[in-house]
C-alpha cells in the first residue's frame, strides 16, 4: 500500500466514524436550521420552516415566523435521533434522515386514551371535532373519536408510534455572543427587537424594550433565556434592566393656560363697564324745553 492510498484509508476511516461527514458542530452549539418534517406512514407533512410549503400543505400558522429556526444541539431539545443526526451534520450541507418511534416522539401509550361525556365540552361551549386539540385538566390532547354522547380522546403526542422523515440544513452557527443572545431570545420570547444586549466576559446586561414591561409571555420566557445564556454561553452573571424615564413637563403651557385665564375676566369687566358707562351731562342751553 502506498502512503497515499494509506493516507486516503485512514480519512475514510475518520469520516465513517463521524457517519461519513466532517461535523463542525457539537453539543451546546446554538444552530439556525431549515427542515420539514413528514409522516412517514402517511406522507404528511407536520413541519417545515419554509412558508410556501406549509401553505401548500394547509398547515400555514399565521402565529409562526418562518424561515431558519434557532436549536440547541445535544442537550435534549430535539427528538433523539434527530439530535444525534444533527450533531454529525456538516453546515450548509442538506440531509434526510429516519426517525423510527423510539427515537421520535416514542410509543404510543394505551393508557393515555381516555372517554369523557359529551356534555363536559359542551359546557365550555366547545363543539367536539375528530382532530381537534383541546385542554382537559390542564394537558393537551387530540379527538380521534365520538360515540352517542362520548368524546374519544388521546393525550398522546400525536406523533407517538409513528415513523418520522426529517429533510433538513444547518444554514449557519452564530459564533458572536451577541448574536448567539439574540437568537437565544428569538427562541424562548420570539424576538429580540428592542433589547440593548451587552456583554464582558461572561457577564451579560440586557436593557428591556417597552414592551416587555408588562408583557405575561416573558415573565415566562426570560426564565428560559437565563438558562439558555448559562447552558450555551457558560454565562456567569445575566442581568435584565428595567429602565422608566420622567417625562418631561411642558412649563409653558400652564403659565400660558393661566394668563389666557386670567385675560378673559378683564375683558369681560372692560366690556361691561362699556356697557354702563353713564351719560354724559348736557348743558342747560343744549336740553330741550320740556327738560329744563
Known amino acids: 500500500m502506498t502512503d497515499e492510498e494509506g493516507a486516503k484509508k485512514h480519512h475514510e476511516k475518520k469520516e465513517e466514524a463521524h457517519g461519513g461527514e466532517r461535523s463542525n458542530v457539537k453539543a451546546g452549539d446554538l444552530v439556525l ?18 412558508e410556501a410549503l406549509a401553505k401548500d400543505k394547509e398547515i400555514f400558522d399565521e402565529k409562526m415566523v418562518y424561515g431558519p429556526q434557532p436549536m440547541i444541539l445535544g442537550k435534549e431539545r430535539l427528538f433523539p435521533g434527530l439530535d444525534e443526526h444533527m450533531l454529525k451534520a456538516e453546515v450548509g450541507k442538506e440531509y434526510e434522515v429516519v426517525l423510527p418511534p423510539e427515537k421520535a416522539a416514542g ?8 372517554l369523557h361525556p359529551m356534555r363536559e365540552f359542551l359546557r365550555q361551549d366547545i363543539e367536539p371535532k375528530v382532530g381537534m386539540e383541546v385542554t382537559v385538566r390542564n394537558r393537551r390532547a387530540t379527538i380521534i373519536a365520538m360515540t352517542a354522547g362520548r368524546v374519544r380522546i388521546d393525550f398522546n403526542n400525536r406523533l407517538a408510534g ?10 449557519s452557527k452564530p459564533t458572536k ?8 431570545l428569538k427562541m424562548s420570547y420570539g424576538s429580540y427587537e428592542g433589547f440593548d444586549i451587552h456583554h464582558h466576559g461572561n457577564d451579560y446586561r440586557m436593557t428591556l424594550p417597552d414592551a416587555c414591561k408588562y408583557d405575561q ?11 439558555d445564556i ?21 412649563e409653558e403651557g400652564p ?14 369687566e372692560k366690556e361691561a363697564e362699556v356697557e354702563e358707562e353713564p351719560k354724559k351731562e348736557r348743558a342747560p342751553e343744549e336740553l330741550p324745553d320740556d327738560e329744563r
Open 255 to 268: 403659565q400660558d393656560a393661566q394668563a389666557e385665564e386670567k385675560a378673559e375676566p378683564e375683558a369681560e
Open 33 to 50: 436550521a431549515e427542515f420539514n418534517g413528514w409522516i412517514q406512514e402517511t406522507d404528511e407533512l407536520f413541519d417545515t420552516t419554509d
Open 107 to 114: 410509543p404510543r401509550d394505551p393508557k393515555l386514551v381516555e
Open 162 to 171: 409513528r415513523t418520522l422523515k426529517y429533510k433538513y440544513k444547518i444554514v
Open 217 to 227: 409571555k416573558w415573565l415566562l420566557a426570560k426564565y428560559r433565556v437565563v438558562t
Open 177 to 184: 455572543p451577541k448574536e448567539i443572545v439574540e437568537m437565544l
Open 230 to 250: 448559562r447552558e450555551v454561553l457558560d454565562a456567569d452573571k445575566i442581568s435584565f434592566v428595567e429602565e422608566y424615564t420622567k417625562p418631561k413637563v411642558n
